[in-house]
């Protein structure tokens, strides 16, 4: 691995450390549901960085998480995060980007924001969705349709944060095309 | 650096990272199957005692999962209203317990000692031709990286509100997303300068 590759994958751990770090925001028009914009994190690291190191910048997340940084939004951390009813949205995470990214490299044809709404949306909402809802299952014996009822509230903010992630790519693409690594 | 740590000293501190870190896997494995709330509810006794046995400080630590309880609410809710309360409540112990269990390893365990503990975890990397040592490089990198994209964040939110009297604005996204790539591109060039990561493929 590169050091280039080694700096970014850290790069975008951060990122996502940081975007927990902003105060949630409600968004009185999609009932007030406070939405962090963390999961957007998520969804960069895969569209701008590809599959495998997209990947390996949420594990690296992650591991940081479980060492004790409270780098969840919230200041939530430790390994009290991998033992609470929302670890398998955590899991999904990391396979969620990865998808995305791999959706990136597989679009490489299409228009960069097409592209990337298009897999920040299969990649972070579908994917994170479908760890996330059976995990919570899993941890708290609810009916799956009631478990998919409670996290469906976040919805609107992530179809938010897929616009985003696109706006971000396209950006980025015009103004320093060799950091969208996955299309590089 | 930002943590979770309560200081120290301890009997739990005084643990080694790996005796609690392979007891939290152990009951963890143990509590997952229990059903009965008589038996979780001691658990979660048990658990407070821990808390308790460090004093103010830990008992402190407990006022910090409030945002937990409320998730545990809308479960019991949740359950409550499918009729099967007495499950929720079961549960809701068991995810009491399990939490702050985990919590308890989280705050009594420096950040240094939990990466140390995981270290031989990395040491198949050197069979693929990787370093043990790059994950710890990461770990560096991003706790550095961390604040630094707040303040490009809060330099560029100056300078907006200098501009227009507005706070913030989802304009800023694309000169963050520029700036802060830029910075890592430097980083990256930086470390290469310096040797780079190659020469951490030997020992410590």
Redesign the interface.
């Known amino acids: 691995m590169s050091d280039r590759s080694l700096v970014q994958i850290a790069f975008y751990a951060a990122l996502i450390a940081a975007l927990g770090l902003l105060p949630p925001i409600a968004i009185p028009f999609l009932g007030g549901v406070p939405i962090t914009a963390q999961s957007l994190g998520v969804m960069l690291a895969g569209v701008m960085l590809g599959p495998v190191r997209g990947a390996l910048a949420v594990l690296l997340l992650l591991f940081l998480v479980a060492l004790g940084a409270p780098l969840l939004s919230g200041g939530r951390g430790g390994l009290a995060v991998f033992a609470g009813p929302s670890v398998g949205f955590l899991i999904g995470w990391p396979v969620g980007a990865f998808v995305a990214g791999l959706i990136m490299q597989k679009t490489a044809n299409y228009n960069v924001l097409v592209s990337a709404a298009f897999a920040a949306a299969i990649g972070g909402i579908g994917v994170i969705y479908a760890f996330g809802i059976p995990g919570l299952v899993v941890m708290t014996d609810l009916t799956f349709a009631k478990a998919a009822m409670g996290s469906a509230i976040y919805l609107p903010g992530d179809l938010v944060k897929v616009a985003i992630a696109a706006i971000v790519a396209q950006t980025v693409a015009r103004g320093l095309p060799h950091a969208l690594m996955s299309r590089a | ?5 309560i200081p120290g000293p301890s009997w739990a501190h005084a643990l080694p990272a790996h005796v609690k870190l392979l007891f ?1 896997a152990f009951s ?1 494995a143990l509590l997952f199957p229990v059903k009965d709330p008589l038996v979780l509810g001691a658990s979660v006794i048990v658990v407070f005692g821990f808390y308790a046995s460090l004093g103010a400080n830990g008992l402190a630590q407990l006022r ?2 409030r ?2 309880a409320y ?1 545990l609410v ?2 019991v809710g ?2 409550a ?2 009729g ?1 309360l007495q ?2 409540i079961s ?1 809701a112990l068991r ?1 009491t317990a ?6 308890f ?3 009594t ?3 240094d000692d ?2 140390d503990a ?1 270290r031989p975890m990395f040491v198949p990397l050197k069979w693929i031709g ?1 370093s043990p040592q ?2 710890a ?3 560096t ?6 604040p ?3 303040t490009i ?1 809060r330099n560029l939110q100056e300078a907006f509100r200098a501009r227009t009297g507005q706070k913030s604005s ?1 304009r800023l ?2 000169p963050l ?2 700036q ?3 910075m ?2 430097h ?2 060039e930086a ?2 300068a310096r040797g ?2 190659k020469g951490l493929s030997g020992e410590r």
């Open positions: 650096m930002i943590a979770l740590q939290l963890g910090l999962l945002p937990f998730m809308f479960i949740l359950h209203l499918s099967t499950n929720g549960i995810l399990m939490v702050l269990l985990a919590n390893v989280s705050v365990t420096r950040m939990m990466l995981v990787g790059k994950p490089l990461a770990v990198l991003v706790i550095r990286f961390a630094v994209l707040l964040y989802w996204i694309a997303a520029l802060a790539l830029r890592s591109e980083v990256a470390l290469t780079g990561t």
